[in-house]
């Protein structure tokens, strides 16, 4: 598989690129990685897609792997991403692209649907939100739950404002194992995406962890304005996705002719849990644009 990686500028920044496969007008897919904050290697499966004929643009946002982090820590905003995702493809000489955004990135992805659809062929998201107070709601509701020394757990140090002991970690482990990836053993590429996540970012956009949401964020709800995307679209999630079915049949319902697809098995990494079937999945919506 042919691939390429390098750097380019984008409003004044270095931004981080790799692709995957050969440039194929009107055959683009660029994803979006989520966190907001984490890097692209957790999105690698997408990258399957080169052997149904598409080339796969991946890169890193703003402040994130190893793109370079702003001085100005005002420019880690949704709107700010959504520019940078502009120029990045006009740069690049991408064309018209199919959009895929991962959890975050699929929120991202909707932000630049709203503004720029006319740019593209398609939008795909993965646990993507409209609504972060709805997403809110109802990982509290995935919270309540959990077994109850577990959810004591998160009350009492959450009450403390206390987001890093160990204990705190450990509990706030067991949501990850049941709504973030199921796999008994986590896949490299995503423990690198992990602990490679800027804090900056996510500390800055998102909060302390994926259910504790009190960043520059935490309002960000554009599910009144969905019926505006006309642009084919796949709304993609896992049966216990921590972004929930709910959430994404809000997206779906709101985007006119969208296809849901809800994965039995998976949470909220279905490209990982559920790889060869997300990928044919994927694959087939993108044939039928």
Same mark, same amino acid.
């Given at each position: 598989?042919?691939?390429?990686?390098?750097?380019?500028?984008?409003?004044?920044?270095?931004?981080?690129?790799?692709?995957?496969?050969?440039?194929?007008? !009107?055959?683009?897919?660029?994803?979006?990685? &989520?966190?907001?904050?984490?890097?692209?290697?957790?999105? *690698?499966? *997408?990258?399957?897609?080169?052997?149904? !004929?598409?080339?796969?643009?991946?890169?890193?946002?703003? =402040?994130?792997?190893?793109?370079?982090?702003? $001085?100005?820590?005002? @420019? +880690?905003?949704?709107?700010?991403?959504?520019?940078?995702?502009?120029?990045?493809?006009? /740069?690049?000489?991408?064309?018209?692209?199919? +959009?895929?955004?991962?959890?975050? =990135? &699929?929120?991202?992805?909707?932000?630049?649907?709203?503004?720029?659809?006319?740019?593209?062929?398609?939008?795909?998201?993965?646990?993507? @939100?409209?609504?972060?107070?709805?997403?809110?709601?109802?990982?509290?509701? +995935? /919270?309540?739950?959990?077994?109850?020394?577990? $959810?004591?757990?998160?009350?009492?140090?959450?009450?403390?404002?206390?987001?890093?002991?160990?204990?705190?970690?450990?509990?706030?482990?067991?949501?990850? $194992?049941?709504?973030?990836?199921?796999?008994?053993?986590?896949?490299?590429? *995503?423990?690198?995406?992990?602990?490679?996540?800027?804090?900056?970012?996510?500390?800055?956009?998102?909060?302390?962890?994926?259910?504790?949401?009190? =960043?520059?964020?935490?309002?960000?709800?554009?599910?009144?304005? @969905?019926?505006?995307?006309?642009?084919?679209?796949?709304?993609?999630?896992?049966?216990?996705?921590?972004?929930?079915?709910?959430?994404?049949?809000?997206?779906?319902? &709101?985007? /006119?002719?969208?296809?849901?697809?809800?994965?039995?098995?998976?949470?909220?990494?279905?490209?990982?849990?559920?790889?060869?079937?997300?990928?044919?999945?994927?694959?087939?919506? +993108?044939?039928?644009?």
């Amino acid at each position: 598989m042919a691939e390429r990686e390098g750097s380019v500028n984008i409003q004044g920044h270095d931004f981080y690129f790799r692709l995957f496969g050969e440039e194929n007008r !009107g055959r683009n897919v660029v994803c979006l990685h &989520g966190g907001p904050g984490a890097t692209h290697e957790y999105l *690698l499966p *997408l990258a399957d897609l080169v052997g149904h !004929g598409y080339m796969v643009v991946f890169y890193d946002q703003l =402040g994130c792997g190893r793109s370079q982090t702003p $001085r100005n820590h005002a @420019l +880690l905003t949704v709107e700010r991403a959504v520019e940078d995702l502009e120029v990045f493809r006009k /740069k690049m000489g991408l064309g018209r692209i199919h +959009l895929f955004g991962s959890s975050y =990135g &699929g929120m991202l992805a909707i932000a630049y649907a709203l503004k720029y659809q006319r740019n593209l062929r398609s939008l795909i998201t993965a646990g993507g @939100l409209a609504s972060i107070p709805l997403t809110t709601k109802e990982m509290d509701r +995935l /919270k309540k739950q959990l077994p109850p020394d577990t $959810r004591s757990t998160l009350e009492k140090f959450e009450a403390d404002g206390d987001y890093t002991s160990p204990d705190y970690l450990k509990a706030v482990d067991v949501f990850y $194992r049941r709504h973030l990836c199921r796999l008994k053993e986590w896949p490299a590429e *995503l423990k690198y995406s992990l602990e490679h996540t800027s804090q900056l970012v996510y500390g800055t956009m998102n909060g302390p962890n994926e259910f504790t949401i009190i =960043g520059n964020i935490r309002y960000w709800d554009v599910s009144r304005e @969905l019926g505006s995307i006309r642009v084919p679209a796949l709304v993609t999630g896992g049966r216990y996705d921590e972004v929930t079915p709910k959430v994404a049949r809000q997206i779906h319902n &709101g985007i /006119k002719g969208s296809k849901l697809v809800v994965f039995p098995n998976s949470s909220h990494l279905p490209m990982w849990e559920e790889r060869k079937k997300y990928i044919t999945t994927v694959a087939e919506f +993108l044939g039928s644009v």
